[in-house]
């Protein structure tokens, strides 16, 4: 069974920096496509930044060049480094696994981006 542990999250300034860290067991990782979405409250949950099992990247508009989202195989892990945080960054990030049918979650990090 696909598990999916986020650790990384917090409060942070404007302009700060946060790195988010998902460690997944239960799956072969390297075949996975990895990513984050964020979901900020009375919002839909929206794509923030996926890699794909071969190493291609593809982020949201709202956060190119502020977050580089990268994976570890050997430690089964994917993070997001987040950049020039701004206050509309604030939401609960979650992780996602997918390589066919439906795709598998972590719980989800709460980020709050506040001064």
């Known amino acids: 069974q696909v598990q999916l542990v986020e650790s990384g999250g917090g409060l942070v300034q404007p302009g700060g920096s946060l790195r988010l860290s998902c460690e997944a067991s239960?799956?072969?990782?390297?075949?996975?496509?990895m990513g984050w979405y964020r979901q900020a409250p009375g919002k839909q949950r929206v794509l923030v930044a996926i890699?794909?099992?071969?190493?291609?990247?593809n982020y949201a508009d709202s956060v190119k060049g502020r977050f580089t989202i990268s994976r570890d195989n050997a430690k089964n892990a994917v993070n997001l480094q987040m950049n020039s945080l701004k206050p509309e960054d604030t939401a609960v990030y979650y992780c996602?696994?997918?390589?066919?049918?439906?795709?598998?979650w972590g719980q989800g990090t709460q980020v709050t981006v506040s001064s």
């Open positions: 996602y696994a997918w390589r066919s049918g439906s795709p598998a």
């Open positions: 239960g799956i072969i990782f390297s075949r996975y496509d």
């Open positions: 890699v794909t099992s071969g190493g291609s990247t």
